[in-house]
């Protein structure tokens, strides 16, 4: 009995054992990355680069929220109040240091796998020519995080939705991605009531694969899984098929 106690308070008052996580960062490979082996991969200005998944140059507070659960740092950093940052602003505002300790939730000085987690998609994205472009699940976990959906470019998505190429996105055709979501993302988006979606009308709503990620994300998990996946990959699927065939994904 007494050694049955003994065992159980040294289980109780043993320090957690951190989750370690494999990357082609971790150079000493412990498991775990250290700031150190951070900096060495990347710079501020990629990490940020790699942050802007859509291109436009700009940062928003959904790709901050993503890596660091909340959009704070974002807030302070956007001075001007308009909702963005250029490279600039966050630059100017922010070090390599203070992005890692954004990332290094518990302040110990070291990432374990679940707070490298979207470090590693960044460096995937910075060191892309070694990345296998076919893959949507970069990393291999078996789950999509937002970061991975918007390596899908909208504008394809909707070209491999619109089956007719008529510029309107039925129902039927959107059930393909959407699923149960369909009628909930049509209401928000059709102007004028006529029960389906103009490619105007979407790009009028400012409709982005962010939006789209965040609607499957039934669970709200910042993940999709399971079958919140389907439709991804199916449309996927497709945009691999028409590139394979070196047809233009938007042109035709």
Sequence with gaps: MALLLLLFVALATASPVKRQTVSPMDTDGDGLLSYAEVSAAMTLHEALFALDVDGDGLLYADQFIEIWGNNTKFDELDTHMDGFLSFNEAENGMTLQEFYELVD?????????????????????????????????????????????????????????????????????????????????????????????????????????????????????????????????TVWDQILLLNAGNTDPITG
């Design 105 to 233: 939730a518990n302040g110990d000085g070291a990432l374990d796998a679940t707070e490298a987690y979207h470090v590693n998609n960044l460096y995937t994205i910075i060191s892309g020519n070694n990345v296998d472009s076919t893959i949507l699940d970069a990393n291999g976990d078996g789950v999509l995080s937002k970061a991975e959906v918007l390596n899908m470019e909208y504008n394809e998505v909707v070209h491999i939705l619109d089956t007719n190429g008529d510029h309107i996105l039925s129902s039927a055709e959107l059930m393909v991605l959407l699923g149960d979501k369909t009628a909930d993302w049509i209401v928000g988006q059709d102007h004028n009531g006529d029960g389906q979606v103009t490619v105007g009308e979407s790009h009028y709503n400012h409709m982005n694969m962010g939006v789209i990620f965040d609607m499957l994300d039934a669970d709200g998990s910042t993940y999709l899984e399971g079958d919140e996946t389907l439709g991804v990959y």
